[in-house]
């Protein structure tokens, strides 16, 4: 098992990415993404922090309670779920199924996370670049070097593992259609 980094032994961009999901995307994934080709629009980013509001990785919870497992974050978050209807090309896949799901393992390696797509092979197709990144990404694995794949543990096209303090046997990341089993 890695040891967890001191949040603040990271240089500044990695300080930054943490507690900022949108320059998390901008930083770690646009580089190697072809198809993101435009600035972030503002609709994009108020679509993240809708999604995060009130949440343990809200970055509003993230710069008072720095370690979104512990018991303050988790006392301080509430649980709810949210809707957004949003239209197609509107970078939802590349949002709300990578760079959310990838942001939030750089920032708490104990957390659990389903992708769930109609059918298990649509949500599998953002678990590919999701593995890409935390297995090849350099800038990410410099500034995250706690952020490790556990392929020891299970490292497939339905589910990851990263390396963790805990032994769970939950994947870090699990892929599922919508009439699928969690």
Same mark, same amino acid.
């Given at each position: ?13 990695? @300080? ?5 999901? =949108?320059? !998390? ?9 072809? @198809? ?5 629009? *503002? !609709? ?12 343990? !990785? ?22 709810? !779920?949210?809707?957004? &209807? ?8 590349? &949002? ?6 990838? &942001?939030?393992?750089?920032?708490? *390696? ?13 949500? *599998?197709?953002?678990?590919?670049? =999701? ?16 952020? @490790? ?10 589910? =990851? ?11 870090? =990341? ?9």
């Amino acid at each position: 098992m890695r040891a967890y980094h001191d949040p603040e032994s990271k240089t500044p961009e990695a @300080r930054r990415a943490r507690i900022d999901p =949108i320059y !998390f995307g901008e930083r770690y994934v646009k580089p190697h993404d072809a @198809r993101w080709t435009t600035e972030t629009k *503002q !609709f994009q980013v108020d679509m993240v922090h809708h999604l995060l509001r009130g949440s343990r !990785f809200d970055p509003v919870n993230l710069a008072e309670h720095p370690n979104p497992s512990s018991a303050e974050a988790k006392t301080n978050s509430i649980t709810s !779920f949210r809707t957004a &209807w949003i239209p197609i090309e509107h970078a939802k896949t590349t &949002w709300l199924s990578i760079v959310l799901p990838l &942001w939030a393992l750089a920032v708490d *390696q104990e957390c659990m996370i389903c992708l769930i797509g109609n059918r298990q092979k649509d949500a *599998q197709k953002a678990l590919g670049p =999701i593995k890409w990144h935390i297995a090849h990404n350099q800038l990410l694995r410099a500034d995250f070097p706690e952020l @490790r794949p556990d392929e020891k543990a299970g490292w497939s096209d339905e589910r =990851i593992f990263v390396e963790r303090k805990s032994r769970s046997k939950d994947p870090s =990341i699990q892929t599922s259609g919508i009439t699928g089993t969690i």
